[in-house]
């Protein structure tokens, strides 16, 4: 977060996002024992880390959305899935009177 508390953008350029970006990159190739890959290798896992620490609660689950302690163990199934379950044919099902295995084309033709 910037100093007046706002949410940064990882998606807006910003010099002093980008200068944090290849710092932390420096520092992680230099915390790896400088490979020859160079600093500009670690620039997307500084790139995480920098995000990370600017949105430090970004994808937690708020508390209020959770299950009550005595509805935690059970199991609810979503009843979108049932809308388009059919009926799968099975030895038995009737499928109609054609055969079931590609016909030959008419050479004919």
């Not at 005595?70 to 199991?75: I, K, L, N, P, Y």
Request: glycine residues 6%.
């Amino acid at each position: 977060m910037s100093a007046d508390k706002t949410p940064v953008n990882p998606l807006v350029d910003s010099p002093e996002r980008d200068a944090r970006i290849k710092a932390k990159a420096q520092e992680l190739w230099e915390a790896d024992g400088k490979p020859g890959c160079g600093a500009d290798a670690y620039l997307e896992n500084a790139s995480e880390i920098i995000g990370m620490e600017e949105n430090p609660h970004a994808g937690e689950i708020p508390v209020k959305d959770l299950p009550e302690p005595e509805f935690a163990d059970v199991q609810v199934e979503n009843a979108e899935i049932q809308k388009n379950l059919g009926e799968f044919p099975e030895r038995q099902t009737d499928q109609g009177y054609r055969e079931h295995f590609p016909e030959k084309e008419n050479e004919s033709s």
